[in-house]
């Protein structure tokens, strides 16, 4: 597959499949997300979901960059004998660092606790400490899955099959008057499910036997380290970048303020649905184009998926960001309100990831890993000085502020980095003309609104019309491409589709 053409047919055949999957995901997901604080004081669910939050973000850390690393080697090996070479060097380094990890958390959770002047998180860490030991294993057979271009497999091993018991469990432990340990089985849920479904795919296709009979190959194992490793760096740097906010605010503020702060998560992920539905064989394919030379395809790749994720994702963001007071009050209750202006700045700030499009992949595949340390470097120095500054004075939106200039720090170096090192950037004027008309549907409704209570059927209606606007929008500011077109005949012939009047719309514009 080294044409562009045949790549864009199988990045919409997967980004439709794992879109699917993020959608039916993040409705189970924002059920129990919903349920969960519900059930809770905000005290108490901002002290579960730090401790979640911290090994969560250790977890990352700790598997070394290595499924990033796996997925990339697997793309380019071509025996048996060198894809398990792979698969053994990439289990055996990322579970050797998430078992070092899990015994710094326990020997070290007194002093966590104390740091988050909050006792009654050390045992909450323990308690997680089995997430953290299942996570490699998810990740690296995903990792796996991802350059066998399995998407099917991966999005119910990654996505569906955790949040499905994960919700189950919760609710049924909500039901028993145990939310607490509801709480903790749902984000259990997310590694240990997720490594048993991904194992057994992964199992269908290769002798998981061969892989402990003898130790991994010291040259393959030395590749995939010294690509991994900045990565690695680059990973615990994102991480604080996505984390320090709520440490931060655990540090400075109370308890209650994380509960606020935290709970909002869920919503923010909207921001990353399509995105993430792209990413999955993105980075294999634009690996391919590169490893080819062939630019001008992988030019074309970047800035189409991009253009398509803005377009897709600005709708929702607008959504969000305009009537976040409603949507607080519809899922989680008028005693979260305060996390409503955080929710606005937040989805209104990190639209610029969107803008950006895959900048983190295109890295990976363009082989230049470091670029993720480099880059996540001034971001979090940006993020750290702000959040101290502004959180004392102005609490959590001080925090938000801080979060999203830290990410336009880090997103920016990445982008001049790949624009010095192949001449491909994201920005077009075709993803950014629809915006103008769309954003103004969306002020013009929310001035007519402004004096109403919205409930769900109003908040979706108010949806749907920013998309069809949106779509409107791109027809009249002529933003449509020859590209799109073949975009859109690749999914009508994947999906055995009818889609005549786009296509005819297409070609006479």
């Given at each position: 597959?080294?044409?562009?053409?045949?790549?864009?047919?199988?990045?919409?055949?997967?980004?439709?499949?794992?879109?699917?999957?993020?959608?039916?995901?993040?409705?189970?997901?924002?059920?129990?997300?919903?349920?969960?604080?519900?059930?809770?004081?905000?005290?108490?669910?901002?002290?579960?979901?730090?401790?979640?939050?911290?090994?969560?973000?250790?977890?990352?850390?700790?598997?070394?960059?290595?499924?990033?690393?796996?997925?990339?080697?697997?793309?380019?090996?071509?025996?048996?004998?060198?894809?398990?070479?792979?698969?053994?060097?990439?289990?055996?380094?990322?579970?050797?660092?998430?078992?070092?990890?899990?015994?710094?958390?326990?020997?070290?959770?007194?002093?966590?606790?104390?740091?988050?002047?909050?006792?009654?998180?050390?045992?909450?860490?323990?308690?997680?400490?089995?997430?953290?030991?299942?996570?490699?294993?998810?990740?690296?057979?995903?990792?796996?899955?991802?350059?066998?271009?399995?998407?099917?497999?991966?999005?119910?091993?990654?996505?569906?099959?955790?949040?499905?018991?994960?919700?189950?469990?919760?609710?049924?432990?909500?039901?028993?008057?145990?939310?607490?340990?509801?709480?903790?089985?749902?984000?259990?849920?997310?590694?240990?499910?997720?490594?048993?479904?991904?194992?057994?795919?992964?199992?269908?296709?290769?002798?998981?036997?061969?892989?402990?009979?003898?130790?991994?190959?010291?040259?393959?194992?030395?590749?995939?380290?010294?690509?991994?490793?900045?990565?690695?760096?680059?990973?615990?740097?994102?991480?604080?970048?996505?984390?320090?906010?709520?440490?931060?605010?655990?540090?400075?503020?109370?308890?209650?303020?994380?509960?606020?702060?935290?709970?909002?998560q869920p919503l923010k992920q909207v921001i990353f649905f399509f995105s993430g539905s792209f990413?999955?064989?993105?980075?294999?394919?634009?690996?391919?184009?590169?490893?080819?030379?062939?630019?001008?395809?992988?030019?074309?790749?970047?800035?189409?998926?991009?253009?398509?994720?803005?377009?897709?994702?600005?709708?929702?963001?607008?959504?969000?960001?305009?009537?976040?007071?409603?949507?607080?009050?519809?899922?989680?209750?008028?005693?979260?309100?305060?996390?409503?202006?955080?929710?606005?700045?937040?989805?209104?700030?990190?639209?610029?990831?969107?803008?950006?499009?895959?900048?983190?992949?295109?890295?990976?595949?363009?082989?230049?890993?470091?670029?993720?340390?480099?880059?996540?470097?001034?971001?979090?120095?940006?993020?750290?000085?702000?959040?101290?500054?502004?959180?004392?004075?102005?609490?959590?939106?001080?925090?938000?502020?801080?979060?999203?200039?830290?990410?336009?720090?880090?997103?920016?170096?990445?982008?001049?980095?790949?624009?010095?090192?192949?001449?491909?950037?994201?920005?077009?004027?075709?993803?950014?003309?629809?915006?103008?008309?769309?954003?103004?549907?969306?002020?013009?409704?929310?001035?007519?609104?402004?004096?109403?209570?919205?409930?769900?059927?109003?908040?979706?209606?108010?949806?749907?019309?920013?998309?069809?606007?949106?779509?409107?929008?791109?027809?009249?500011?002529?933003?449509?491409?020859?590209?799109?077109?073949?975009?859109?005949?690749?999914?009508?012939?994947?999906?055995?589709?009818?889609?005549?009047?786009?296509?005819?719309?297409?070609?006479?514009?």
């Open positions: 597959m080294s044409s562009i053409a045949d790549s864009l047919g199988g990045l919409v055949k997967s980004a439709g499949i794992v879109l699917a999957g993020t959608i039916v995901s993040n409705v189970l997901g924002l059920l129990a997300e919903v349920f969960i604080p519900r059930a809770l004081v905000p005290a108490v669910y901002g002290r579960l979901g730090l401790a979640y939050g911290i090994v969560s973000a250790i977890s990352s850390l700790a598997i070394l960059g290595i499924p990033n690393g796996v997925t990339r080697f697997l793309s380019e090996k071509a025996s048996a004998h060198e894809e398990t070479d792979v698969l053994q060097s990439g289990y055996a380094i990322s579970l050797t660092g998430a078992a070092i990890a899990a015994a710094a958390i326990y020997l070290a959770r007194f002093e966590i606790a104390a740091l988050m002047d909050d006792p009654a998180v050390a045992p909450l860490l323990v308690a997680f400490v089995p997430y953290l030991l299942a996570f490699p294993i998810a990740k690296v057979s995903v990792g796996v899955l991802r350059a066998e271009e399995r998407t099917t497999a991966a999005t119910l091993a990654q996505r569906i099959g955790p949040r499905v018991l994960g919700l189950a469990l919760v609710a049924g432990l909500i039901a028993a008057d145990r939310p607490v340990v509801g709480a903790i089985g749902y984000w259990l849920s997310f590694s240990i499910v997720g490594a048993l479904l991904a194992l057994y795919a992964v199992g269908q296709h290769i002798d998981f036997g061969s892989l402990v009979t003898h130790l991994p190959n010291q040259e393959t194992f030395r590749e995939l380290w010294s690509f991994s490793w900045p990565l690695a760096a680059g990973a615990s740097l994102h991480l604080m970048l996505s984390n320090v906010d709520i440490m931060m605010i655990g540090y400075f503020l109370d308890s209650a303020s994380v509960g606020y702060y935290r709970s909002i990413a999955f064989l993105f980075m294999p394919l634009a690996t391919k184009h590169y490893s080819q030379s062939d630019f001008a395809g992988l030019d074309a790749l970047y800035t189409v998926t991009t253009k398509w994720i803005v377009s897709l994702t600005f709708p929702a963001v607008l959504l969000f960001t305009l009537f976040s007071p409603a949507a607080i009050r519809l899922f989680f209750g008028t005693a979260y309100l305060p996390a409503a202006p955080v929710l606005s700045i937040l989805m209104a700030g990190l639209f610029y990831r969107v803008l950006v499009g895959l900048d983190g992949d295109m890295v990976k595949a363009i082989n230049r890993p470091r670029v993720e340390f480099y880059s996540a470097l001034p971001g979090v120095a940006v993020n750290i000085v702000l959040n101290a500054a502004l959180i004392p004075r102005f609490g959590i939106v001080g925090a938000a502020f801080g979060t999203v200039v830290g990410y336009f720090v880090y997103n920016t170096v990445e982008v001049v980095v790949i624009y010095r090192a192949v001449g491909s950037y994201p920005f077009s004027a075709a993803a950014f003309k629809p915006l103008i008309p769309t954003t103004l549907v969306g002020i013009g409704v929310l001035t007519l609104t402004s004096q109403r209570t919205l409930g769900l059927l109003a908040i979706a209606g108010i949806g749907v019309l920013l998309y069809t606007a949106q779509l409107a929008s791109m027809i009249l500011t002529r933003s449509f491409t020859d590209t799109d077109l073949l975009l859109v005949k690749q999914f009508e012939a994947r999906f055995n589709l009818d889609l005549s009047w786009l296509t005819t719309l297409l070609r006479s514009e």
